[in-house]
Nanobody, 122 residues
Framework: QVQLVESGGGLVQAGGSLRLACAAS????????LGWFRQAPGKEREFVAA????????YYADSVKGRFTISRDNAKNTVNLQMNTLTPEDTAVYYC???????????????WGQGTQVTVSS
């Protein structure tokens, strides 16, 4: 099993940046693909970014492509999401998730963190 804990959320002005981190427990972290998802009030959870086990392949939602960067450090059991040029539309609770094979669909992920709030003011 993998336990995930997100951090780094907060309040930022439009155009600003935030860096989210997700720390994972367990010695098998490198076996899992990781994904970031987000859910805004009244909306369904949506895919943001995902990264393969080695970090060699990354995937992004069109809405964040060119602004967000996902990365992982298997030695430190962490996955990060660097978010630049934030807009109010990025306001949501951001979740880290893990599964054995990379995917962009939330219901395929087996393990989830508790989420971290990101609020972008205009």
């Amino acid at each position: 099993q993998v336990q995930l804990v997100e951090s780094g959320g907060g309040l930022v002005q439009a155009g600003g940046s935030l860096r989210l981190a997700c720390a994972a427990s367990g010695r098998t972290f490198s076996r899992y693909a990781l994904g970031w998802f987000r859910q805004a009030p009244g909306k369904e959870r949506e895919f943001v970014a995902a990264i393969s086990t080695s970090g060699g392949s990354t995937y992004y939602a069109d809405s964040v492509k060119g602004r967000f960067t996902i990365s992982r450090d298997n030695a430190k059991n962490t996955v990060n999401l660097q978010m630049n040029t934030l807009t109010p539309e990025d306001t949501a609770v951001y979740y880290c998730a893990a599964r054995l094979y990379v995917a962009t669909t939330s219901h395929l992920y087996d393990y989830w963190g508790q989420g971290t709030q990101v609020t972008v003011s205009s």
